[in-house]
């Protein structure tokens, strides 16, 4: 059974940083792609990152690159969004997904976490 669990968030100033974490169980690390995507009030669900196998390769949203940095810990199952700069339109529940390499659907969901950024 594959589970992920979200932590980190909270309420933070424009430009500061932040550190969210997700823990993950059921998948193994040289199969799997994980990922953060963003839901913001009356907004669809967003794409933000994704890193996939041994950390390699990644890819950002065009509105996060530069300022935040998405990373893991084979070691502790567990992946991070590092969140720099920090801006008002950054406020969003942001969950964890995981996907096996092959497949192109996010299949696995966190519950998500609570950024908000004030101004």
């Known amino acids: 059974q594959v589970q992920l669990v979200e932590s980190g968030g909270g309420l933070v100033q424009a430009g500061d940083s932040l550190r969210l974490s997700c823990a993950f169980s059921?998948?193994?690390?040289?199969?799997?792609?994980m990922g953060w995507f963003r839901q913001a009030p009356g907004k669809e669900r967003e794409f933000v990152a994704q890193?996939?196998?041994?950390?390699?390769?990644?890819t950002y949203a065009d509105s996060v690159k530069g300022r935040f940095t998405i990373s893991r810990d084979n070691a502790k199952n567990t992946v991070y969004l590092h969140m720099n700069s920090l801006n008002p339109e950054d406020t969003a529940v942001y969950y964890c997904a995981g996907r096996l390499k092959l497949v192109s659907s996010w299949n696995y969901w966190g519950r998500g976490t609570q950024v908000t950024v004030s101004s």
């Open positions: 059921g998948l193994t690390v040289s199969s799997a792609a």
């Open positions: 890193i996939i196998g041994g950390a390699t390769f990644t």
